[in-house]
T-cell receptor, first 116, second 114 residues
């Protein structure tokens, strides 16, 4: 089944404890992206990747890191989480990754993160 | 910068009736895509329908259709024969820049009354 998977689905952690949220897609998509969803704000892009080893900042990158060593995986890293990073996180992917190439994005199931 | 506005935080519809959710956007681009995503209580983001700006014909997917008015920068979603399973948050989204970034509205929470 073609899908985007995220792990964990739920995570409660404490301020300053490094964590990684994994994202994997099995559709051979070039483009992958992370969004966070907060009440009243919709979804906002954190980071994106147009292909392996190519990543760039979205609208709200502060406090996050990403890497794209393999085409299928795009982990989101919080080196020192803070309470303002409590949010619902979505990974998404789409087939094409070239500049000015718009394509439908398919979303993972979401990760609910709480930072105490 | 592009923006997406959903002016209806909540809507309600009776089962089997029709409801229209509104969305407006602002852009200086001429080529772009617009989407409606559904987010049920499971929180999964599900693509409902998409519209390419260069296409004059409005997109339809079964009971879901859009009214795309490019000059007015309006992109409304019509749900016909509403079902209980349609109850969800609906997000309008724009994609038209260089980086394939989706820009979302703040969502409309749709309730379906039996």
């Amino acid at each position: 089944e073609a899908q985007v998977t995220q792990n964990p689905r739920y995570l409660i952690t404490v301020t300053g404890k490094k964590l990684t949220v994994t994202c994997s897609q099995n559709m051979n998509h070039e483009y992958m992206s992370w969004y966070r969803q907060d009440p009243g704000l919709g979804l906002r892009q954190i980071y994106y990747s147009m292909n392996v080893e190519v990543t760039d900042k979205g609208d709200v990158p502060e406090g996050y890191k990403v890497s794209r060593k393999e085409k299928r995986n795009f982990p989101l890293i919080l080196e020192s989480p803070s309470p303002n990073q409590t949010s619902l996180y979505f990974c998404a992917s789409s087939l094409f990754g070239a500049l000015y190439t718009t394509d439908t994005q398919y979303f993972g199931p979401g990760t609910r993160l709480t930072v105490l | 910068a592009q923006t997406v506005t959903q002016s209806q935080p909540e809507m309600s519809v009776q089962e089997a009736e029709t409801v229209t959710l509104s969305c407006t956007y602002d852009t200086s681009e001429s080529d772009y895509y617009l989407f409606w995503y559904k987010q049920p209580p499971s929180r999964q983001m599900i693509l409902v329908i998409r519209q390419e700006a260069y296409k004059q014909q409005n997109a339809t997917e079964n009971r879901f259709s859009v009214n795309f008015q490019k000059a007015a920068k309006s992109f409304s979603l019509k749900i016909s024969d509403s079902q209980l399973g349609d109850a969800a948050m609906y997000f309008c989204a724009y994609n038209g820049g260089a980086t394939n970034k989706l820009i979302f509205g703040t969502g409309t929470l749709l309730a379906v009354q039996p």
